[in-house]
T-cell receptor, first 115, second 115 residues
Framework: AQSVTQLGSHVSVSEGALVLLRCNYS??????LFWYVQYPNQGLQLLLK??????LVKGINGFEAEFKKSETSFHLTKPSAHMSDAAEYFC?????????????FGQGTTLQVKP | EAQVTQNPRYLITVTGKKLTVTCSQN?????MSWYRQDPGLGLRQIYY???????DKGDVPEGYKVSRKEKRNFPLILESPSPNQTSLYFC??????????????FGSGTQLSVL
């Protein structure tokens, strides 16, 4: 069965520093992978997704993630953190196929950005 | 504006008092789903619906009911709430035509406290 593990429930960086949020997945089939962001008091928004093709995926707000099959990873990065990036981030994988597949979410990582 | 609307945003109730959380989307999406979010557990799916009159259990359906009489609405019903259902709830929707890698649109959430 598909699953995701996010390493680190809290990550703290200084403004302008590199952001790295880690996600490892388990899947018996080629995975569809997602990163969602949740800003305070809001629902989740899609940051980026990987389905097929190019393994480096660019998303909104300067974020990108690289699918590495050999490492079963899909880490999220941003070269320079901004205060507005403070939020909770969820990695997710599709479980199942066809239209009935559902998202399996990781536990979430809270990103704190210090001035 | 494309959106998923949940009501209420906050709800405090007592054990055993039936309640309904409403969810409505204006994007003509076939697929709708309910999740609960708990610290350290990420989001877990409660129920989902592929279309009108078609609903199915997710990972944590016990103590919940849903209905899908109209395409736009997908209410979550707690017939006899218990304290372990205290959680943050999200409704989400997406298209189904292109498969499971379609983006999920989330509501802003309902914080439920059962005393």
């Amino acid at each position: 069965a598909q699953s995701v593990t996010q390493l680190g429930s809290h990550v703290s960086v200084s403004e302008g520093a590199l952001v790295l949020l880690r996600c490892n997945y388990s899947s018996s089939v080629p995975p569809y992978l997602f990163w969602y962001v949740q800003y305070p008091n809001q629902g989740l928004q899609l940051l980026l997704k990987y389905t097929t093709g190019a393994t480096l995926v660019k998303g909104i707000n300067g974020f990108e993630a690289e699918f590495k099959k050999s490492e079963t990873s899909f880490h999220l990065t941003k070269p320079s953190a901004h205060m507005s990036d403070a939020a909770e981030y969820f990695c997710a994988v599709i479980h199942g196929s066809g239209n009935t597949g559902k998202l399996i979410f990781g536990q979430g990582t809270t990103l704190q950005v210090k001035p | 504006e494309a959106q998923v609307t949940q009501n209420p945003r906050y709800l405090i109730t007592v054990t055993g008092k039936k309640l309904t959380v409403t969810c409505s989307q204006n994007m003509n999406h076939e697929y709708m789903s309910w999740y609960r979010q708990d610290p350290g557990l990420g989001l877990r799916q409660i129920y989902y619906s592929m279309n009108v009159e078609v609903t199915d259990k997710g990972d944590v359906p016990e103590g919940y009911k849903v209905s899908r009489k109209e395409k736009r609405n997908f209410p979550l019903i707690l017939e006899s709430p218990s304290p372990n259902q205290t959680s943050l709830y999200f409704c989400a929707s997406r298209r189904t035509g292109a498969g499971t890698n379609e983006k999920l649109f989330f509501g802003s959430g309902t914080q439920l406290s059962v005393l």
